[in-house]
Structures are given as C-alpha cells and as structure tokens.
C-alpha cells in the first residue's frame, strides 16, 4: 500500500480527533515504524542537491520547525525523504506552553490556527535527543535547530535565552534559526523592530564567530521572520541582515491576519494562521526581500505549501529552497516527494 492511499484511509480517522491529539498519536506511530523497518512505504524523492548557506541540502525540501519541538521524532520524519529537518522552537528552560486546547484545524480554508507557546522539555532534553537519533549519529542529512526564549523571560533579556540556546545547540546543528517571530510569545515579535534586532543580531554573530573558533566547525545562522511586516519592517530587516552577515531568512512563520478563516469554525481562536491562508502573504514577503538582498543571503520560503505547484510559486518568488508543516496535515506524506518532484523538474 502506498503511503498516500494510507493517508487517505487515515486521514478522516485523525481529522476527528482534536488537532493536537492526532499530532501526538502520529508522530510517536511514525517513530515506532522508523524503528522497526515499516517505513519502506514512503518512496524517498530523487536526489536533487542544492548548496545554500554553504551546506548541501539533498533535495530543495525540507521539514519546517514546529511539528517536532523537542527533537524526538527525528528518525521517523526522516523516513519522509525530506532535504533538511528543522526541530524546536527549543528554549533554555522546560515550558509547558499555553493552556490546551491550542491547536485547530480550519479545513474548509486548509488552515490551522495555533497558539502552542513554545511548549517543550528544554534545552539540555532537546539536544539529548538530537545525539539519540541515528539521523544525528550517522550524519544521514541536514538538521536545523530553532531557538527561542522563554515566556517569562522579559523581551529586554531575550538575547540572553538566544545566547544560551545557540551555545547548547550549536555542536550538533547543521544550521541553526532563530526564532523571532512567532505570534504566541507575549512581544516577541518586538525583536523584528530595526533597534532591537540590530541589538540581538549583533550579539548573536559575535557568538556565533567565538563558537566557530572554539568548535572548528562554522554553523550558519538563520533568521525566521513573520508575514505580517510592511515594506520599511522589510527593509530595516534585509539591513540588518546584510550588516551582520546573517546567512540566510526563512520567511515566514504564521500570521495574525483572520481574512480566510474568520467565516469558518475556529476561524477567530487565538493564535498564528498557517497553511493556505499565509501563502500568499508569505509570498509577498520573499519576493520584497529577494528585491532588497539580491543573492547576498539566501532565503528559504515556508507558509501554505499543499501542492508542488505552491512549491515552484516560493521558488520563483525568489526563495531557494522551501519547508512544509500543515500541508503535511491536510495531504500527507506523499507531499514531500510531489514538491521534490516539481522543484526537479
């Protein structure tokens, strides 16, 4: 049986389930089939390598940030066939997130609404489950570590969450993003102000040169942006990435904007919108910040990819490489190798 006529036999089964719920009865049945061999079913893209940020990605697609926070599941995902997997957002300290129910499906827009929190076990937890995976041990690919801060941490001592985070996770990164724009941290998304990330950035470089000095090994740095920015936001940001020598931008995490789902069930619970409804403003974003960074830093364009056609819109609005979540909720895994598959040809 081929992994897509299983997801469509178990998709109807999951979307009765609240979202969360499904979520975390997936992933441990993914890592379950990792372990003993069942994951052939999933036919792996071809080979389509593509060097950004100095790194070879096998193919163009990767997992974005946020499926799995605490680096648990990696082994399963990889038996996805993706390019890269990015895990996290992790912080310093375990946090439980905000209170449940957090997670909600809006099918009739493709949509999901989350206002999860940055919930997980911490860092010291995240990165021993990164040296547990075989994808880490056997340097089977290309694994992203996004960082954050904690909730309680006040936004004036956030750089401090960041520092720490890069420090722990840094030996074991092929790349690491930092996360500056997600909507369910009280005034996180202050940090994309052209002050406060100039502040931020600066710190982080400095960092980032004194670990590649102590490591031997230099480890890009990412930055994750929101796509509810205007142009100025977006020029101030493209500055600072050109002064600090950032090395590459995903654009961009989930947005506030209700304009798709508010008619719908859910449609005005609290939190970030992704899938359909941020494609286009996602969209927007890359080709604004293609235009002002040229081919000075690289981006990897994320938010609403269910078909491979989306995944050649991000390319041709200037994105290098792309990375899908909620479309693998709403078509499964079989995504992955459509979009590789496109991108290919």
Do not use: W
């Amino acid at each position: 049986m081929s992994d897509k006529i299983l997801y469509t036999l178990a998709r109807p089964l999951l979307f009765r389930l609240p979202a969360e719920t499904a979520h975390n009865l997936t992933l441990p049945a993914l890592r379950n089939a990792a372990q003993r061999g069942m994951t052939g079913m999933f036919k792996k893209p071809a080979p389509d390598p593509r060097t950004v940020m100095g790194i070879t990605f096998p193919n163009p697609v990767g997992l974005a940030a946020g499926l799995d926070k605490d680096g648990a599941y990696i082994d399963g995902l990889a038996a996805l066939g993706f390019g890269s997997i990015e895990i996290g957002t992790v912080t310093p300290r375990a946090q439980a997130g905000n209170p449940k129910p957090r997670m909600f499906r809006v099918p009739a827009a493709r949509g999901i609404i989350n206002r999860m929190g940055f919930n997980n076990g911490g860092v010291d937890a995240f990165v021993a489950n990164v040296q547990a995976s075989r994808f880490y041990q056997e340097k089977q690919g290309v694994l992203g570590l996004n960082i954050g801060k904690n909730a309680d941490t006040p936004i004036e001592r956030a750089a401090d969450d960041y520092l720490a985070c890069l420090r722990k996770v840094y030996p074991y990164a092929s790349y690491v993003t930092v996360n500056i724009s997600s909507p369910n941290t009280k005034n996180l998304r202050q940090l994309q102000g052209a002050s406060e990330l100039d502040a931020l950035l600066t710190q982080l470089k400095a960092e980032q040169t004194r670990l590649a000095d102590q490591h031997g090994r230099y480890v890009p740095l990412a930055l994750k942006i929101a796509p509810d920015i205007d142009a100025e936001q977006i020029r101030d940001i493209a500055g600072a990435l050109l002064r600090h020598r950032i090395d590459g931008v995903i654009a961009t995490n989930t947005t506030l904007n209700r304009r798709d789902v508010e008619r719908y069930k859910h449609g005005h619970e609290t939190g970030g919108v992704s899938g359909a409804p941020v494609f286009d403003l996602s969209n927007i974003v890359i080709r604004a910040m293609k235009k002002e960074l040229g081919n000075a830093v690289p981006i990897i364009g994320v938010g609403g990819i269910l078909s491979g056609k989306d995944a050649k819109e991000k390319i041709a609005a200037g994105a290098q490489l792309v990375q899908l979540y909620s479309g693998l909720i709403y078509r499964g895994p079989s995504l992955v190798r459509e979009c590789a598959d496109a991108l290919r040809a």
